[in-house]
């Protein structure tokens, strides 16, 4: 039985989602378009070496979170007047099939740009060898039960892996089989007060939760990340209690990110709450100042900055 309704779906093709599945999705990444036409690049290639134009944007819980953060993209319950239940899971697809789908979507993706003027031809040629999958397209990935399953699947097909989480479920987290090539947990909230009106969680305890999955993460073997999206007037004052969670967590990165008014975040925040690149800086330097995490780079086109105790950030070849 399809449990999710039939406007919802509408709205996601059209947002040009590329559904695989039953529960699954690709979508074309702004940075995929501008490196095969532009030649310009997303701060993951800036940072860590991952080519924009093999870099695979995805998700295996389209539908479903454990939370609805004001400044997500995705499309939530109650968002244009359409319901479902982002927390009743369906029977889940098995990894090597999402894996041939995401395959296969994104080489349907790749191939409206053959005729285009401005793609770069090696760039193109390149492309059909993805070489990088960023599990945070969109909805929260652990829901899905193999995860670890799915990331070992595309270790096998030679494919790199981030994986972002709201880190909801630190069960999930802590029982993988095969850790992703790096892994993200967001931190956008200090105190529970704020994690409820920023993050909207929609299980019970989560901000105990997210602090457990925190207290996980030293005990990965791979690199991991802190990221902050930050809201202007909503989540940016409170520095001293950013750098707590960064000592408890104690990431190989931190990434500082500023809102970004795009897709389905448009209905919940005005333009007016994205901050500008020096509004995230700023914050930026004042959570190294307290943490000694150094700032390592930045991209002003992304609105982000990168913080690391490393004196250079580890590079994953997409050559």
């Not at 095969?36 to 819980?61: D, E, V, W």
């Not at 520095?239 to 970004?260: F, H, N, R, S």
């Not at 914050?283 to 943490?291: D, G």
Request: glycine share 6%; proline share 6%; with cysteine.
């Amino acid at each position: 039985m399809n449990l999710v309704p039939e406007p919802l779906l509408q709205a996601l093709r059209k947002q040009k989602y590329h559904r695989v599945g039953g529960h699954s999705a690709v979508k074309r990444c702004k940075w995929f378009y501008e490196a095969l036409t532009g030649g310009r690049s997303c701060y993951k290639q800036k940072f860590y070496g991952i080519n924009s134009h093999q870099c695979i944007q995805m998700s295996p819980a389209l539908f479903y979170c454990t939370q609805q953060c004001l400044f997500c993209w995705r499309a939530q319950n109650g968002d244009l007047q359409i319901s479902w239940n982002e927390l009743s899971t369906p029977d889940w697809d098995p990894p090597e099939e999402i894996t041939q789908g995401i395959l296969k979507a994104q080489t349907r993706i790749l191939s409206g740009y053959k005729d285009h003027p401005k793609t770069d031809p090696q760039k193109f040629r390149e492309a059909f060898r993805p070489k990088h999958v960023a599990i945070s397209l969109t909805g929260e990935p652990t829901l899905y039960e193999p995860l670890g399953e799915l990331i070992r699947t595309l270790h096998g097909k030679g494919l790199t892996t981030f994986l972002v989480s709201n880190g909801n479920l630190p069960h999930k987290l802590s029982t993988l089989c095969t850790e992703p090539t790096q892994l993200y947990i967001s931190v956008c909230a200090t105190n529970e007060e704020m994690f409820k009106e920023v993050c909207r969680p929609q299980l019970s305890g989560a901000w105990e939760r997210l602090n457990e999955s925190l207290a996980l993460m030293p005990s990965f073997r791979c690199p991991t990340v802190i990221r902050s999206t930050l809201v202007r007037d909503l989540n940016m004052h409170d520095v001293d209690g950013y750098a707590k969670l960064v000592e408890k967590a104690q990431p190989t990165y931190v990434e500082a990110k500023a809102y970004m008014h795009v897709g389905f975040s448009s209905l919940r925040l005005g333009f007016e709450k994205m901050p500008s690149h020096k509004e995230v800086y700023d914050f930026a330097l004042q959570l190294s100042e307290k943490t000694g995490y150094k700032i390592l780079d930045e991209s002003q086109d992304s609105r982000v900055v990168l913080l690391s105790k490393r004196q250079k950030p580890i590079r994953f070849s997409s050559s």
